[in-house]
């Protein structure tokens, strides 16, 4: 079953079009990532799915309910964890649980049985009767995972999840979403800019830029899509008589000339960079570098849109960003793409 399907969604504020007729579907029990550069438009989507905010035209329906005209019903088939932690600070974590079932009608056994359920999942139980005050970025995060579940949504809304905190933090939070996924069946609807997260956690990511999905599909698939690995030769002298053998090298897709030499990208790189060594050899071109990077998200993006997510970031409005606490991408799985270089010569 399709847990929501967005059909040709605009928003827009003034002149700003924030989400630009987008359509896309997302499949009961999987967790989607909407991976992009802050200003996107991810957390104006999340929003306008979760009934804050009125689409300027198109629909779309979450758990089978119009986002227009039954909000009622897509509220109550929905927990959302919002980029600004929403808990109260005052009082213990299992107040702030039952404040929250409170709002939802519940109370009584069944409300006492899904918070014990839900801290449970989240290995806070024995931590319940502690003010949040006191909790680490860490616990309040997983406390808000707990408190998103507690009338058992049929779709979970995570903007920005692990924002703001440390690195180990932010693995041991991407663990718990993924538990609760495979326990609950939850689909689980994340935005996120880091994009080992997306890779690490999500079943399928839709990449977004400006607006709109530029590319949609699980993240290995998105990555083999780029060809192969990524090969860059520091050379000394010219690269050039390589260049022409490369050309008949049917290992090798693609290849852009760079500042120290030639990147190249080349199915299973691994196995083929001795092939690679061997022309330039036979060629009488000495190297004096070699990097093997296989392809991760941000090659891909950098593929699609021909600049960085930190450089999109840059290029941003920055009305969206105050106070949002979110940072540019500094830790993307491997390689800092080089602007101004993508794109094969072949
Ligand atoms: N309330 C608003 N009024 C005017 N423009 C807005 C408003 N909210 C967002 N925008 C603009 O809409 C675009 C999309 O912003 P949005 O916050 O949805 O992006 P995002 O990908 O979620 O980034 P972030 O993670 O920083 O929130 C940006 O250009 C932003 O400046």
């Known amino acids: 079953m399709v847990a929501i399907e967005v059909d040709g969604l605009t928003k827009s504020y003034g002149d700003v079009v924030a989400v630009d007729d987008l359509s896309v579907a997302v499949e009961d029990g999987e967790i989607f990532g909407l ?107 997983r406390l808000e995972l707990a408190r998103g579940l ?64 530029v590319a949609l599909d699980a993240p290995e698939a998105l990555k083999s899509s780029l060809g192969g690995d990524v090969v860059s030769l520091a050379v000394e002298g010219s690269a050039a008589p390589l260049r022409a053998r490369l050309d008949a090298a049917p290992w090798a897709s693609e290849y852009t000339t760079t500042d120290s030499g030639l990147r190249v990208t080349i199915e299973r790189g691994d196995a083929h960079v001795a092939d690679l060594v061997r022309l330039a050899d036979d060629e009488g071109v000495s190297i004096s570098g070699i990097d093997v990077r296989k392809p991760n998200l941000e090659t891909v993006f950098l593929s699609l849109t021909g600049a960085t997510l930190a450089e999109r970031e840059a290029d941003a409005p920055t009305d969206a960003d105050v106070g949002t606490g979110s940072s540019p991408q500094t830790d993307a799985a491997g390689a800092p793409a080089e602007a101004g270089t993508s794109g094969g010569e072949r």
Do not use: W
Not at 53 to 71: F, I, K, Y
């Open 35 to 141: 991976l992009g550069p802050n200003g996107a438009g991810k957390s104006t989507l999340i929003n306008v799915l979760c009934t804050l905010l009125p689409p300027t035209a198109g629909t779309a329906r979450v758990a089978g309910h119009d986002v227009q005209t039954a909000g009622d019903d897509v509220r109550s088939s929905i927990g959302v964890v919002f980029q600004e932690p929403a808990l109260d600070e005052e009082l213990t974590g299992e107040e702030n649980l039952t404040f929250h079932g409170r709002l939802y009608g519940m109370g009584g056994s069944t409300l006492h049985d899904r918070i014990d359920e839900v801290l449970d999942l989240v290995d806070l139980a024995d931590r319940r009767d502690e003010r949040v005050g006191g909790y680490s970025g860490g616990m309040a995060r």
């Open 150 to 213: 507690l009338h058992r949504p049929e779709v979970l809304f995570l903007d920005e999840p692990t924002v703001g905190l440390d690195a180990r933090t932010r693995r041991d939070t991407r663990e718990y979403v993924r538990r609760l996924n495979e326990e609950t069946g939850t689909t689980v609807v994340l935005t996120t800019h880091y994009m080992d997260e997306a890779d690490a956690l999500c079943d399928r990511v839709a990449i977004v830029d400006e607006g709109e999905i």
